[in-house]
């Protein structure tokens, strides 16, 4: 080597590229001035020229072909096979030289040995604990060896599985080495400069033990946990076990001794607020919480590393943690859409708030309006407004009881909580008059709804037809971006706007009359969601039963159904995007996309696919489909569910009549029954209209961007979908340099929030976040909300998305949460188990109308539950028994 690979703490060359990611935190540390024990880097140079000069990289390749990452012992063993050779291998002799130079600079004593990979305490990946860290080391041929040890532990089975897992090339990862005084910790520990547990900025907490670290972080102990604020004063106390504790032996390595000091605070107060100090101000510099390992000594405290915290949620993006506490319920839990929102969706849906915001008298902008927020490129509906007014947070406390129970648990828990209660001068009349203003033509509507619900119905979805018909020609007519995103304004200024005086009055009169149905129901021990059975008039039973007619068409083919039985979904989607199905399927499935092609996974977001650009969604259904007994054919069971649900209300009357006032309960119910069946369908007609709505902006955008890509300004067409409105905006006035690299930091942004499986229900401005649903019932079952009555046993089938999957008849669908796209997939499924959701969420409606059990808000099912598992649901009593795991 022309260069010794060894830098000092304090060079300037220190980068994540050469002494990764603790080198280079360390190396910032010192240079800022913290109280960093001294010490040096060894390079990746080093370990890179290591692997070369002894060929490792042919045997690290050998153990890693054809490795089985779901298999710990074949992970193990090929760690044991790449750690024995660099075991085998010794290092050169002029590295050898400079690490006895550089540590007889520390004075030869004792020093701590630590792995610093590339991909290492990284802002989205931490790797913590994933290689090794050799402590105590004395003498140069103890730290000799525990170099190259460290080395090999690049190559640990953990370290393997976890790079895998998370998409990062073991050829592109190389592996520094800390080398680093040892401190003599009387007490260790670690600090979170934010609450790791539940995300919450304006505290940190305090992990502490008695001697080194080590017994902490690798789980032998019980520490001392210490909860404080943002100006260092403690809010809690924990006390541990401390029942052990690791120290250093005089001639190297370390020692466990007993310490039994549960009584025994391991760092007094003062030192507790000393560390909060330096952790604040470490997170300043950093400018993002941080995990760091500490130790005191001889009165003095020295921080050990420092990483980004990477399990925390983001913080709402627009809302300052220090200002007044908001809250938040995500917008997946009305939607179903767990998957991030591309930049042209977030500006849509903003643009829209705003939109209803002004048709309440309240003039807002996409960047005025105070009721989106994006956090983890997810959307979370503000409510703070009604949670500070004693009506309104009753109000929305029932309303979103219907729409996840999980959101309503954090609410909850949040009911006294000093920062969000009702101001005491709640009233304003300014106020009341926009809102009495805006409700009252919709309070009229109500009422002609529920005289005359068919004619009412029909007038409405006139109207919505003749505003889509002329949105589409202005769309059709406009031929630059300017002349679309000019129409584009309008839509999104008054769509909300003009259609929610329209249909809403339908829906409160369907919801109203099945809430008195539920009421009258429980009076008398009955459930009222069996009414709901068969219910008509909903768009998306419509579309899913559209689609088994296809399904028929084919089967009854010879040619389509044999292409169907014989050809994967992508090849189908692509044979029909070419007009080379045979004549029945293409006839059929081009029927079907004429009025459903504008509809897909997430279809609430703009930028996301529809299924005429991707039919392969489509083709796996119909697939599927072929296979249903013609005993569980889906028209017939909603046509059985529709009877089921005459029965019910007869059943229901004649109980009634047996009660007090029974005659007159009885008449009200059979009213009642009438206008909910007549009008509670309409549900998912709002956002079918907005959906249509949003296919023809989407293929004018898509046509703009098709022109922008040849022009340069854009790689390809779908770009657009990475840019906000009022970013296209600024391109059809003439700046279009740049945007390429916006967008693919976009994508990538985009790629990464997809890994991301656990989203918030609930979120406050400081970063707290609530995420659990519903959990175990006894004997370890799964419990949830019940929202479709009924038993069934059946196979699980784990789905994270609709695309590419298919169901066999009577499987158990679990899986996160379910927007229209997903619906096809109930016509074959026994049951449904959802993570998120209430009893008016889109798939809980779904499942009622076909007849499926469903339970939702059930936490982390899709973990929990496995595909093959042998399951009971019961969406009456909200259970899920598990009868074998296989």
């Not at 305090?206 to 100006?231: C, K, R, W």
């Not at 925390?312 to 991030?340: C, H, K, N, R, T």
């Not at 399927?585 to 897909?600: E, P």
Request: proline share 5%; net charge neutral; aromatic share 6%.
């Amino acid at each position: 080597m022309t260069t010794l690979p060894i830098l000092p703490f304090n060079s300037s060359q220190a980068q994540l590229n050469n002494v990764g990611g603790k080198g280079a935190n360390l190396a910032k540390l010192a240079q800022w001035g913290f109280p960093v024990p001294g010490g040096f880097l060894i390079t990746t140079a080093a370990y890179r020229a290591f692997v070369q000069n002894h060929h490792l990289q042919e045997a690290i390749d050998h153990a890693l072909r054809d490795l089985e990452l779901d298999n710990p012992t074949a992970l193990q063993n090929a760690s044991a096979a790449i750690r024995a050779q660099f075991a085998a291998s010794a290092m050169s002799v002029e590295l050898a030289q400079a690490i006895e130079q550089a540590y007889a600079a520390l004075e030869g004593g004792p020093v701590a040995v630590r792995s610093s990979a590339t991909a290492e305490d990284l802002p989205d990946l931490s790797f913590a604990g994933q290689q090794d860290t050799y402590l105590n080391i004395v003498g140069v041929e103890a730290l000799h060896k525990a170099v190259v040890d460290c080395w090999g532990s690049l190559w640990t089975a953990r370290a393997i599985g976890y790079r895998t897992r998370n998409g990062i090339d073991h050829d592109d990862v190389a592996l520094a080495v800390v080398v680093q005084q040892m401190v003599p910790s009387e007490a260790s520990g670690v600090l979170f400069t934010a609450n790791p547990l539940n995300g919450t900025r304006t505290e940190m907490v305090i992990d502490a033990t008695l001697g080194l670290g080590e017994a902490l972080v690798s789980g032998q102990v019980e520490p001392d946990q210490y909860v404080v604020d943002g100006n260092g004063r403690i809010l809690h106390k924990t006390l541990g076990a401390k029942a052990l504790a690791i120290v250093g032996q005089a001639g190297g390595g370390t020692q466990t001794i007993s310490a039994d000091a549960a009584q025994q605070q391991a760092i007094p107060d003062a030192v507790i607020a000393e560390l909060a100090q330096l952790g604040r101000q470490v997170a300043d510099r950093y400018q993002f919480p941080q995990d760091i390992e500490w130790g005191w000594a001889d009165g003095k405290l020295h921080l050990l590393q420092s990483r980004p915290i990477t399990s925390l949620y983001p913080l709402i993006e627009g809302l300052p943690v220090d200002g007044p506490l908001q809250m938040l319920f995500s917008f997946a839990a009305v939607q179903g859409v767990m998957e991030p929102i591309t930049p042209l969706g977030q500006g849509t849906l903003k643009a829209m708030m705003a939109g209803l915001a002004t048709s309440f008298g309240l003039p807002r902008t996409a960047e005025t309006q105070r009721v989106a927020y994006i956090a983890g490129e997810r959307m979370f509906v503000n409510i703070t407004t009604l949670m500070r007014h004693p009506i309104g947070r009753k109000l929305a406390r029932g309303f979103l009881r219907f729409i996840d129970s999980g959101v309503v648990q954090g609410i909850e828990a949040l009911w006294d909580d000093p920062r969000l209660l009702p101001q005491r001068h709640w009233f304003r009349l300014h106020t009341f008059v926009l809102i009495a203003r805006f409700f009252r033509p919709i309070m009229h509507h109500f009422i002609r709804a529920l005289r005359h619900p068919h004619k009412r119905r029909a007038l409405a979805l006139q109207k919505s037809d003749v505003a889509l018909t002329d949105w589409a020609m202005r769309l059709r007519r406009a031929t630059t971006l300017a002349e679309v995103l000019d129409v584009y304004d309008v839509i999104t200024a008054v769509s909300f706007g003009s259609l929610f005086p329209t249909l809403l009055p339908l829906i409160m009169g369907g919801m109203s009359m099945l809430t008195l149905l539920t009421k009258l129901a429980q009076g008398v021990g009955m459930n009222a969601l069996a009414l709901t059975r068969g219910l008509p008039h909903n768009v998306t039973t419509e579309m899913d039963l559209r689609l088994w007619g296809a399904a028929q068409a084919i089967a009854a083919d010879e040619a389509s159904r044999a292409a169907f039985e014989t050809q994967a979904a992508a090849a189908l989607a692509e044979a029909f995007l070419r007009g080379e199905l045979p004549g029945v399927a293409q006839t059929a499935v081009s029927q079907f996309l004429d009025d459903y092609g504008m509809r897909g996974v997430g279809e609430i977001d703009l930028g996301r696919p529809r299924w005429r650009e991707t039919p392969q969604p489509v083709m796996e259904t119909l697939r599927s489909y072929l296979h249903i007994p013609a005993a569980q054919a889906p028209d017939m069971m909603f046509a059985e569910g529709a009877k089921g649900a005459e029965t019910a209300v007869a059943e229901l009357v004649k109980a009634l009549r047996h009660t007090r006032r029974g005659w007159l309960k009885a008449r009200l119910a059979r009213f009642a029954a009438s206008r909910m069946r007549a009008l509670a369908g309409m549900r998912e007609t709002p956002k079918f209209v907005v959906i249509r709505l949003f296919g023809f902006i989407r293929a004018a955008l898509l046509e703009q961007g098709a022109q922008l890509a040849a022009q340069g300004v854009l790689s390809r067409a779908d770009d657009v979908n990475f840019l906000t409105p009022a970013e296209l905006r600024r391109i059809a006035e003439g700046e279009v340099a740049g945007w390429t690299a916006v967008v693919q930091e976009r994508r990538a942004a985009n790629a990464r929030e997809l890994k991301r499986r656990q989203i918030p229900r609930l979120m406050l401005s400081d970063g707290h976040a609530f995420y659990d649903g519903m959990g175990a019932g006894a004997e370890g079952d799964l419990v949830g909300s019940p929202v479709s009555p009924g038993v069934v046993e059946g196979r699980v089938r784990v789905v994270l998305s609709p695309n590419g999957a298919q169901l066999a008849p009577g499987e158990i669908l679990v899986c996160p949460a379910t927007d229209p796209a997903w619906t096809p997939l109930f016509l074959a499924a026994g049951g449904l188990v959802m993570e998120v959701g209430g009893m008016m969420t889109h798939g809980s409606v779904v499942a009622r109308e076909y007849g499926i059990p469903a339970v939702v808000s059930v936490h982390e099912a899709t973990t929990r539950l496995q595909t093959g598992q042998l399951i009971r649901v019961d969406g009456s009593a909200g259970t899920i028994v598990i009868l074998n795991g296989e």
